[in-house]
């Protein structure tokens, strides 16, 4: 067998359930700032999912990888106890910057008159599972804010962030020519 040197990919460390924080300190696995800053990871991974799709729009792509390097700097602040939040560019300016991005969105399409089904083409789908996971890791930061100090902005940023990706899912229907699916309660099981 051929001997190579150990990959730092792992380092047996978070073997006990615990892992360390940007500070040092250790937590456990299934601690609530772990769960804050682990589910924004997954939402970014779904935004790269989505980014990664040739039927978005490259304007729309370009914010996608923004808002890709804003969920990495979101989850540095999460792992950094006792950090500023704009240290890592979770600031107002970044909340304007996304309500600036739904408003162009927003602006390309149809006002809505009723609430419609997380559906549709395939990337506008992936962009209705992006925003339910990003209502999840506004849940987990606004509970991760119960006990310890989180600058409201990455409340907002959050907030903000499922409003782009609802209207994002839309203007995606919108492109592949599917129609948004009102929502009826009489077609129920």
């Not at 991760?144 to 899912?169: C, G, K």
Request: proline share 4%.
């Amino acid at each position: 067998m051929i001997q190579s040197k150990k990959s730092l990919l792992y380092t047996r460390t978070g073997d006990d359930g615990t892992t360390s924080l940007a500070n040092g300190t250790r937590t456990h696995k299934t601690s609530t700032r772990l769960e804050a800053y682990g589910t924004v990871d997954e939402l970014n991974s779904w935004l790269g999912v989505i980014a990664s799709r040739a039927s978005v729009p490259p304007e729309e792509a370009e914010c996608l990888n923004q808002l890709m390097n804003t969920m990495f700097n979101l989850g540095a602040y999460l792992a950094t106890p006792g950090s500023d939040a704009s240290a890592f560019g979770i600031t107002s300016d970044a909340i304007e910057n996304l309500e600036r991005n739904i408003d162009h969105v927003d602006s390309l399409l149809e006002p809505m008159h009723c609430f419609i089904l997380p559906a549709g083409a395939t990337t506008g789908a992936f962009a209705h599972v992006a925003r339910t996971v990003c209502r999840r890791a506004e849940r987990r930061v606004l509970a991760l804010a119960q006990t310890e100090d989180v600058d409201p902005h990455a409340i907002r940023l959050l907030n903000r962030l499922s409003d782009y990706l609802f209207a994002l899912a839309r203007l995606l229907n919108q492109q592949k020519g599917v129609a948004d699916i009102p929502w009826d309660k009489n077609r129920a099981l």
